[in-house]
């Protein structure tokens, strides 16, 4: 009995922690699919970054920008110079 519940404690315990959960950035971002870089900087001033790691590639910007992978990728088609950042500015 006590070989059982310690098994199906352990299978809990992995079921629980393999189900990826949204960041708490990306659980409040609305993922919209926007037409253009000027609609989309009205939201997000410095533009979409796929992950905080990623580099500019372009010149100097002036605003940091909102990561969110969710977004970035509903968005992947206004990343021009192909950074990873959408609608840098």
Not at 13 to 41: D, W
Not at 46 to 61: D, M, P
Request: proline share 2%; glycine share 6%; aromatic share 8%.
């Amino acid at each position: 009995m006590k070989r059982i519940s310690i098994i199906l404690l352990a299978f809990g315990l992995v079921l629980g922690f393999s189900t990826s959960q949204p960041t708490e950035a990306e659980a409040k971002t609305k993922i919209v699919q926007y037409k253009n870089c000027t609609a989309l900087n009205k939201d997000y001033k410095g533009g979409v970054a796929r992950s905080a790691k990623v580099k500019n590639k372009g010149g100097k910007t002036k605003y940091k920008p909102f990561v969110s992978k969710a977004l970035y990728d509903a968005n992947k088609k206004l990343d021009r110079d192909k950074d990873f950042i959408a609608c840098e500015r």
